[in-house]
């Protein structure tokens, strides 16, 4: 039986009999069905779209039954929790750049779900859409940061991040996708596709997608927090940028570059600097990242923007990165800059361990004197293999932009190697984010320009 779901009195005019069922079939293709919980098929006409702005002071929850409008700069404090419903879409206003910014203390609970992701998008039409459309989303937590526990946020928010609490927890995100973000407040003060600042070890990040990021697609200030299952498509400028003190551990990470589109500046697969400028402040930046498959545009002329590394590891930083792929980088796959960055490598408090290393120029790269061909030969005795092609690599169809397959051929050296242990990671039997299943199947979307929302 279809049964029909009113909203609210004033919300719509009063309908009977007849009519009320012939309005309801004409909205069907806008509305969504569910059963309840007498099996029947109910049909929800949605609500007009509302508007967030200014400060959200008590828990709010955002329901999938509307779209909901950031119009400038949202803010979530006093402790509140923001609730998202799976399927919902969230709109930044165009004339006024919204932005969601989740202050310390508070949660942003968004939880979708494979079928019902939850969306945060631009607010233009299908086949209009652009980078930077919007600002972002941004979760500020009280973990430890090495610029002190007051520290102001990027992009002209006004707000700080940082403190003492490493188990700080901000709250959850899984199955959402984040489009068509990242604006300039001022020169260098962006809001990315998804700033995280100071944000702890009790927060969850897992299947989360950020596309046409105008800046970064993810930037980690300081923090502990964990990820798993992140996408970084078509970023303008660096697709994990990580600093002041960030030591979390993030597993399956993929990144794809679209060579028509780039920011101005140098932007990377990796970019990771311990602060700026290159001091021993702690505490020291360490991302433990394994099971990356960084996918460069394929050309050393891109139609637009300059597109670097693979990873650029610099500014007197650690790292570890294990189990991963690197291709198509036009400059190098693996680049190590400054003498206590590379003599972190060479003395083993960093990791490079059982990864594919491809670029269109230089696979080993250095700003050290004759440093390239040390890491080089310490890289292969590690379990590193250097390919000359990224058709060596034997990935299915990783230059696809609107339905690329990751997925390693029969043959890939992909397949085989030594498989690191990695700390805070499941063990693995391949190099990349993509053994044999595509985990990225069902909740992402590679064509974001033309999905209508």
Known sequence: MLKIIKQPKKMMKTIKGLTLLILAISFISLTSCRKNDDGDDEVVIPLAPETLSGNITSNKTLTSDRVWILKGYVYVNNNATLTIEPGTVIKGDLSDKGALIIERGSKLIANGTATSPIVFTSGVAAGSRAPGDWGGVVLLGKATVNKGTDVLIEGGINKNYGGTT?????????????????????????????????????????????????????????????????????????????????????????????????????????????????????????????????????????????????????????????????????????????????????????????????ALALPYFSDQTNAAATMQTKAESEGNVTLATVADVKLTSPFTLTAPNFLPQTGSPALSGTFVATAGATATTYRGAFGTTNWTSGWANWDPQNKTY
């Open 166 to 358: 490493d188990n700080d927890n901000s709250g959850s995100l899984r199955y959402v996708r984040i489009e068509y973000a990242g604006i300039s407040a001022f020169q260098n003060s962006e809001i990315n596709g998804l700033t995280l600042g100071g944000v702890g070890n009790g927060t969850v990040l897992e299947n989360i997608q950020v596309s046409y990021s105008n800046d970064d697609a993810y930037e980690f200030f300081g923090g502990t927090v964990n990820a798993k299952n992140l996408i970084a498509f078509a970023t303008a400028d660096d697709d994990f940028d990580f600093d002041f003190g960030y030591r979390g551990s993030i597993q399956f990470g993929v990144a794809l570059r679209n060579p028509a589109f780039g920011d101005t500046d140098q932007n990377n697969g990796i970019e990771c600097d311990n602060d700026n400028p290159a001091t021993s402040a702690t505490p020291t930046t360490r991302p433990v990242l394994s099971n990356f498959t960084l996918i460069g545009p394929n050309t050393t002329t891109p139609t637009k923007g300059v597109i670097g590394y693979g990873n650029r590891w610099r500014r007197n930083t650690n790292f570890v990165f294990n189990n991963s792929i690197m291709m198509a980088w036009p400059k190098a796959g693996f680049s190590i800059e400054s003498a206590a960055t590379l003599a972190s490598y060479v003395g083993n408090t960093s990791e490079f361990k059982n990864n594919i290393v491809q």
